[in-house]
């Protein structure tokens, strides 16, 4: 039977950057985020220009009782990159740019570890390459990602988890290799997808048309946004006990972004 005491919120949401109503979507972000109250949340297509005094990570987190990261994407005309809001202390940050494969969208994953009240959490946010037919470059980030994780986890640690957008579906290679159905020809790892163990059965669209802003790409429905736990591991941590999406719906005809979130309980 699982601790309450050790259970852990997860929630990850791509923010599409600024787009328009910006200040309004904060608003619905802000409130979701201060009803639901996770402990840890992985951001992704944020905007930091401390410089010029605006930083999403840092307005949403305003208030709310989060310890910021942020990692900025090595290319691109904006600002972008992941962020990291945790309400443990942030106590390590590193950063790896993922490969590019040849093309100049710059994409990189935030690797933090956290000082929670059961020990150190490995935790990374990521955003992998968005375009359709870029599953060999997703392929390749994701065991770049990977190995990098394994030289970021000490002895001690909890169970590490991955949440982001991955821009890929469950059942396309890069998503089968974090979930340990392939190692492409070499090893393979296994990380629990939260969703397919703890969701509510059903497709669990992160992207849907539903969602006007997501229908203006014309693409179709799918699942591409990930909460993984590294479990569960010798000491049965790192099981997840229930997954579903947030931001689904619209507040006063506003929707939070492009994405509909994802948020996770797992058992640490």
């Known amino acids: 039977m699982n601790d309450p005491a050790r259970e852990l919120t997860v929630l990850t949401l791509n923010l599409w950057n600024r787009a328009p109503p910006w200040e309004e979507r904060l608003a619905v972000i802000r409130a979701g985020l201060a009803a639901r109250a996770p402990d840890v949340v992985s951001l992704q297509e944020v905007i930091s220009l401390p410089d010029v005094g605006f930083d999403q990570a840092a307005q949403i987190a305003d208030g709310l009782g989060y310890e910021v990261a942020f990692a900025q994407s090595p290319t691109g005309e904006f600002i972008l990159g992941n962020a990291v809001l945790s309400r443990f202390p942030i106590v390590e940050r590193d950063v790896l740019i993922l490969p590019q494969g040849g093309h100049d969208e710059g994409r990189c994953a935030l690797f933090t570890r956290l000082q929670t009240p059961w020990g150190p959490l490995p935790f990374v946010a990521t955003h992998l390459h968005w375009k359709l037919h870029h599953g060999h470059i997703r392929y390749a980030q994701v065991q770049a990602l990977v190995d990098h994780l394994a030289g970021f986890v000490r002895a001690g640690d909890l169970p590490p988890v991955i949440a982001g957008d991955f821009n890929a579906e469950p ?37 849907a048309r539903r969602n006007p802003n997501a229908a203006l790409s014309r693409e179709p429905d799918r699942r591409i946004d990930y909460v993984f736990v590294g479990g569960p591991d010798e000491a049965l941590r790192g099981v997840p006990l229930s997954c579903a999406l947030c931001f689904e719906e619209p507040v006063d005809g506003v929707y939070a972004s492009d994405h509909y979130g994802v948020v996770a309980r797992i058992d640490v």
């Open 171 to 207: 059942d396309s290679d890069e998503i089968r290799f974090l979930r340990g159905y392939t190692g492409g020809r070499g090893p393979c790892v296994h990380f629990n997808d939260c969703w397919r163990a703890a969701g509510d059965g059903t497709a669990g669209y992160t992207f």
